[in-house]
């Protein structure tokens, strides 16, 4: 059974960083395209980023784009979301998602089959 585990969420101040990890299990994380969503406190769950199965194609939402970084390492079966300048606003419940269908899944939560149970991002002003 595949399973995807987040980790590295926490509190930060503006301006911070956090590096949030996604560990992918019971398969190889190269048969996956992968992604970031987060969910807000009342809000629905939104794209953040998305990287493809070779990590040749990369996407963000225009809300983090040039401040999070999507990356991946096959070999180790983990995925990160490296999150700079963070702001109050990026607060959310992190999930990473995978798919195992397509070369590279988009925004498109529909896309994702696989979920993790979520990492909290606390930003303070």
């Known amino acids: 059974q595949v399973q995807l585990v987040e980790s590295g969420g926490g509190a930060v101040q503006a301006g911070g960083s956090l590096r949030l990890s996604c560990a992918v299990s019971?398969?190889?994380?190269?048969?996956?395209?992968m992604g970031w969503f987060r969910q807000a406190p009342g809000k629905e769950r939104e794209f953040v980023a998305a990287?493809?199965?070779?990590?040749?194609?990369?996407n963000y939402a225009d809300s983090v784009k040039d401040r999070f970084t999507i990356s991946r390492d096959n070999a180790k079966n983990m995925m990160y979301l490296q999150m700079n300048s963070l702001k109050p606003e990026d607060t959310a419940v992190y999930y990473c998602?995978?798919?195992?269908?397509?070369?590279?899944?988009?925004?498109?939560?529909?896309?994702?089959?696989?979920w993790g149970q979520g990492t909290q991002v606390t930003v303070s002003s």
């Open positions: 998602a995978g798919s195992g269908s397509r070369m590279y899944a988009g925004s498109a939560r529909s896309n994702y089959e696989i």
């Open positions: 019971g398969r190889l994380s190269s048969t996956y395209a």
């Open positions: 990287i493809s199965k070779g990590a040749f194609t990369t």
